[in-house]
């Protein structure tokens, strides 16, 4: 029996394209649990960004999330982690007087500025790729949200907030300027220790497959890395398999290659 950990934007599916999960790879999956194996998200959204085309099509064992800061297994929310009143509070007033854009993102919320109060442009046009903007905004957020997703145009902003933050936050450079920000100490790596050791599974038997930064943890971590046919150039370097693309099969490919189906 393996343990399949996957990612999501970029390995699921491309929302930069426009579809939907192949069908191909809601087969593959399918049938790899058929055949005794055990398939989780293991992601950097949080519950509130886990899109219905996922859990609706596939019946996925768990769900890991956030990297890291909460993890369910058949239904049972087993770990959840929130930023604290006073590192929420220190956040938000760095990010505004600093002029970082952000969404804070949680499990049952997103929070950020309203409309038309981002400081850039590029910001902007990111959050409004969201199908549902009916975020709260900064003041709602305390002791809800488990990390954020920044972006930032205002030179040294954020060698500022490293200095600030960083022996406190896990920052993600999520390349192009964006950056992912969670609690020191979690990752995606600690999101297959927490559910491996729950279930006993040794991580030898474990498979992690991604496309992007924020995988290099969990994909460094596993028995097994499986990299996605267009991911950056730092995952398909610590691979031990490099698939196709998205839309060319690439899950089922790396599944078949994996012979769990």
Request: proline letters at 2%.
């Amino acid at each position: 029996m393996k343990a399949i950990f996957f990612d999501i934007d970029g390995t699921l599916f491309d929302n930069n394209i426009g579809q939907g999960i192949p069908e191909s790879c809601v087969s593959g999956i399918r049938l790899a649990q058929e055949n005794g194996n055990l398939c989780f998200i293991n992601t950097g959204r949080t519950k509130r960004l886990i899109e219905r085309d996922i859990t609706d099509r596939i019946c996925f064992d768990g769900y890991l999330l956030g990297c890291g800061m909460t993890i369910i297994y058949k239904g049972e929310t087993l770990l959840k982690k929130t930023l604290d009143y006073d590192l929420t509070k220190e956040i938000i007033e760095f990010l505004r007087s600093n002029r970082i854009d952000a969404i804070l993102e949680g499990d049952e919320d997103n929070y950020d500025e309203k409309p038309g109060e981002f400081f850039t442009k590029r910001f902007e046009k990111y959050a409004g790729k969201y199908t549902d903007r009916n975020f709260g905004r900064y003041e709602a957020a305390y002791g809800k949200f488990l990390k954020l997703f920044a972006y930032t145009e205002e030179e040294g902003a954020m060698e500022r907030f490293f200095e600030r933050f960083s022996d406190r936050l896990e920052i993600i450079d999520r390349e192009n300027g964006f950056y992912e920000i969670l609690l020191k100490g979690c990752s995606k790596a600690t999101a297959m220790d927490f559910i491996c050791e729950r279930l006993n599974i040794p991580l030898e038997d474990t498979v992690a497959i991604g496309d992007s930064n924020n995988d290099l943890p969990m994909l460094k971590h596993a028995g097994c890395a499986i990299a996605m046919g267009r991911s950056s150039k730092d995952v398909l370097a610590c691979a031990d398999y490099v698939t196709t693309d998205i839309g060319d099969d690439g899950v089922y490919n790396a599944l078949k290659w994996l012979g769990v189906i």
